[in-house]
């Protein structure tokens, strides 16, 4: 993805946050979107829509789908790619935590987010996984910044010292975070 005004795909996911919710279907956002927001910073080129689950409930994909397609006031429409934004929808779980709670939820002009712990803990998934650049910018932004409001339990120690070893910038934060839990 492009980068692209930071403030509409807030304005975006704030409609798709609000169609969601009346279909009382949890969900939060990540991505680069994130950090941009926390940052004041004009342009992202990312983000993400984690959608709750659970047993005895349609697939997310197949739940968002139908929320947008019963909802009077929202049509889809064929645009030039220089308006289209897309937002991937991911199954909790699978990114961010199976349970969208309001410990792993904060609220960023009313369109809900992972937390700061649960962001760092999907990114830094998706980093062991991509080895992207992207994904270490953003959680060096967020740990840095944010590292007292990191909860360490839900941190993959492992995986965590291994970003670490191959992105020094994080050591102090993340020894911080250590420091903060083991005093």
């Not at 429409?77 to 792993?104: Q, V």
Request: positive net charge; charged residues 20%; glycine residues 4%.
């Amino acid at each position: 993805m492009s980068a692209i005004e930071t403030s509409r795909l807030l304005q975006a996911a704030a409609v798709l946050s609000q169609l969601l919710r009346a279909k009382s279907i949890s969900h939060a956002f990540y991505g680069s979107v994130f950090v941009a927001a926390l940052a004041n910073s004009p342009y992202c080129d990312e983000m993400f829509c984690i959608v709750e689950g659970g047993q005895g409930r349609p697939h997310a994909f197949r739940r968002v789908r139908d929320a947008i397609a019963t909802h009077d006031d929202f049509m889809i429409t064929m645009h030039p790619w220089t308006n289209r934004y897309h937002i991937e929808i991911l199954p909790a779980g699978e990114t961010g935590p199976r349970i969208l709670s309001g410990s792993a939820v904060m609220k960023i002009q009313t369109v809900p987010f992972l937390s700061i712990t649960e962001f760092i803990r999907a990114k830094l998934k998706s980093w062991s996984i991509r080895g992207s650049a992207r994904d270490v910018g953003d959680i060096l932004f967020v740990l840095t910044r944010y590292w007292n409001r990191v909860d360490i339990n839900r941190i993959p120690e492992n995986d965590m010292n291994h970003f670490v070893a191959a992105n020094s910038a994080a050591a102090s934060a993340w020894l911080a975070v250590i420091k903060m839990y083991r005093t």
